[in-house]
């Protein structure tokens, strides 16, 4: 017999949901529902099962809800399968251009220059030498036609090339047997990811979008595209990347979104 994956609907409350608890807690709920905590595998009917906290200190309840988004992303490590491929697209379904997001607008977006951009590398890696971008863009591409999705509600397809992040790895002597790759950004964004999606084949450090060079807008010269994962953890303006096993907290976890983000 063939055993079926876990479900990701794993947190199934027992018995009823208890309405005074979703009541008194209906405006907090929803609006870290929209921020994506529940998404996955916790659901609102879930939270009864927080019983034992006291729902009218939210404060409590916000720490609860902390404490099981990070239980959540041990749960989306275990069932991560390295080598299970997303679905992939046709170029004619191929949005151009990209949808841009950021956490600010378009028009206060800083182009970065490609003629004195870096990548740094530091942490478990052997070849800690910076990277400029004519190196960066001679490098082997890999190309893929993916789904990015965004927490707002919002996806696009893309096609996106660039460097195998695993083959990038290689090259540079990265540890991968260390934990986490933290990720740093030209605007002061932080993005990290479990080494296993790091070295999942569709995890590339894109330079091209629709077999051109990136805009500024999204993320020129360098940016992080996964396929696994949703829209904010794809790091854009990489400047500085860390292979670490300390865990690199993120600029989205901050603000209360689960970590994993798996898709
Ligand atoms: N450096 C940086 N990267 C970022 C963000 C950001 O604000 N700064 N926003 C994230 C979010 S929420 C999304 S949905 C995607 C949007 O990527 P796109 O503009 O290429 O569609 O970038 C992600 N990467
Ligand atoms: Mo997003």
Redesign the pocket.
Known sequence: MVSKPPSKSIFRPPGGVDQSFIHENRKLIERIDRRGILRGSLSLGALTLLGGCDPSENRNLQSVLRTVSDWNDGVQALIFRPNHLAPTYSVDQVVIP???????DVEDVKPVSAGTWKLELSGLINDKRPWDAESVYKLPEQEMIIK?I???GWD?I?QWSGVNLREFFARIGADISAKYVSFH???G?T?SLDMASALHPQTMLATKYAKQPIGD???FPL?LRTATKL???????LTAIEVTNTFPDT??RKEGFNWFAGI
Do not use: I, S, T
């Open positions: 990209p949808r841009f997001n950021a956490h600010y990015h965004c927490v707002e696009y893309g950004c030209a605007d964004y993005e807008p999204f993320g940016r829209g904010f953890k794809n790091a854009k303006w600029y989205y």
